[in-house]
C-alpha cells in the first residue's frame, strides 16, 4: 500500500489545531518546508516541541500558529538570537518549557519506549530542574540514591525529513543523525518529506540505513530542497546567508511579515520556492559528490 501523497494534504490530514508538533532534525534535515505549509494552511494553537527550535520555530511562532514552546536549546545556530521567539517568551505570549539536550532526548526515548519516564543521570542543568517541576526524583531501588526522571514526550505528530524512503516509508537517512528515529516512535503520526522516493529494492539494499520503518509512518511526501535554508547530506548545503539574513529580518515584525509574505504566503509549494531563490544560490548550495564505498552483504 503506497503512502504517497502530497505535502499539503498530509498536513491537512494530520496536523490538528492544538496538536503537539515535534520538527526533528539537529542542525541537517530540518523540514522548513512542513513548516511553511501548516503556516499556509493557517493551523493554530500549537505546541511545538524541538530540540533546537531554529529559524522554522521562528517562523511559525511570528505566524501566530503556536501558544507554546518545548525546547532544549534555542537560537539562531552560529548567529545569535531567535528574536520572535524570545520577544514572545520575555512577553508572555507564549508559554514554554526547558530542558538540557539529554533531558529532551531522555523525554522522547521515554515516549518511544512507551514508559512513564525515564532516569538520567544529574547534569550540569540544576537550574533548569529546580524551575521546571517535569524534572522530578526519585529513589534508586539498587542503590539507595537519588535520581532524576522526566516524563515521556508523545508527539500528536512528527515531521522528519530524510534522504530517502520508499512508498510505504522505509526511510533512510545519512550524515548527521539527530533525534528522528525517537521522535517517530515516541509520536502518535508521523508525516516524512523525502529527498527521493525509491524502490523498495534500494531501501533493501542497504538496510542498516533504514532508521524508521513504515510501519510507523503516517504519510511520504516527495518534497526535495525541504531542509532548506538548513541542509541535506548529499542534496544541498546549508545556506549561511540566509540565516545571517535572518537576524537582521527578525528586527522588526514588519520585515517578519514582510519575509513571510514573500517567501511563505507568496509561494503555492516548496518547488516554487526553488525556483524563486533563482540558480545562483543553487549553484552555491550544490553539495557536489564524494560518494561513500559499497559494503558487500554477501550473497547467501
Not at 72 to 87: A, E, I, K, Q, T
Given at each position: ?7 499539503s494534504d ?6 490538528h ?16 518546508a ?14 511545538l ?10 517562523q511559525?511562532?511570528a ?6 514552546l ?5 537560537g539562531?545556530?552560529?548567529?545569535g ?6 520577544s514572545?517568551?520575555e ?26 519516564f525515564?532516569?538520567?543521570n544529574p ?7 529546580a ?9 534508586d531501588?539498587?542503590t ?19 534522504q530517502?524512503a520508499?512508498?510505504?516509508g522505509?526511510a ?11 521522535a ?29 520503518p ?11 530542497f ?13 545556506d ?10 527578525s528586527?522588526?515584525g514588519e520585515s ?28 552555491r548550495?550544490?553539495?557536489g559528490?564524494?560518494?561513500s ?8
Amino acid at each position: 500500500m503506497t503512502k504517497l501523497t502530497t505535502l499539503s494534504d498530509a498536513i491537512r490530514t494530520h496536523v490538528h489545531h492544538g496538536d503537539l508538533v515535534y520538527a526533528s532534525g539537529f542542525t541537517h534535515l530540518i523540514p522548513f518546508a512542513a513548516g511553511h505549509e501548516i503556516i499556509r494552511q493557517g493551523i493554530k494553537e500549537l505546541t511545538l516541541a524541538r530540540a533546537t527550535p531554529d529559524l522554522i520555530y521562528d517562523q511559525m511562532v511570528a505566524a501566530g500558529c503556536a501558544r507554546k514552546l518545548i525546547f532544549s536549546y534555542m537560537g539562531n545556530p552560529g548567529v545569535g538570537s531567535l528574536r520572535v521567539l524570545r520577544s514572545a517568551i520575555e512577553s508572555g505570549q507564549l508559554d514554554w518549557e526547558e530542558y538540557s539536550h539529554f533531558g529532551m532526548i531522555s523525554r522522547l526515548r521515554a515516549g518511544a519506549s512507551g514508559l512513564p519516564f525515564m532516569p538520567m543521570n544529574p547534569t550540569g542543568a540544576e537550574d533548569l530542574a529546580a524551575h521546571n517541576p517535569n524534572y522530578q526524583q526519585v529513589k534508586d531501588p539498587y542503590t539507595g540514591k537519588s535520581v532524576v526522571v522526566v516524563p515521556p514526550l508523545t508527539p500528536d505528530v512528527a515531521i522528519i525529513h530524510v534522504q530517502r524512503a520508499d512508498i510505504q516509508g522505509n526511510a533512510q537517512v545519512w550524515g548527521i543523525l539527530g533525534e528522528q528515529q525517537l521522535a517517530a516512535f515516541a509520536s502518535q503520526r508521523v508525516i516524512l518529506t523525502v529527498e527521493e522516493v525509491v524502490d523498495q529494492a534500494v531501501i533493501r539494499s542497504d538496510p542498516n540505513r533504514t532508521i524508521i520503518p513504515g510501519m510507523v509512518v503516517s504519510a511520504v511526501c516527495h518534497v526535495p530542497f525541504c531542509a532548506h535554508p538548513s541542509y541535506t547530506q548529499g542534496y544541498h548545503d546549508r545556506d549561511n546567508e540566509l540565516y545571517l539574513a535572518w537576524d537582521e529580518i527578525s528586527k522588526t515584525g514588519e520585515s517578519v511579515q514582510a519575509y513571510l509574505d514573500e517567501w511563505v504566503y507568496g509561494v503555492p509549494d516548496r518547488k516554487t520556492y526553488w525556483e524563486k531563490l533563482g540558480p545562483d544560490v543553487h549553484r552555491r548550495l550544490s553539495a557536489g559528490e564524494r560518494l561513500s564505498q559499497p559494503v558487500n552483504y554477501g550473497d547467501y
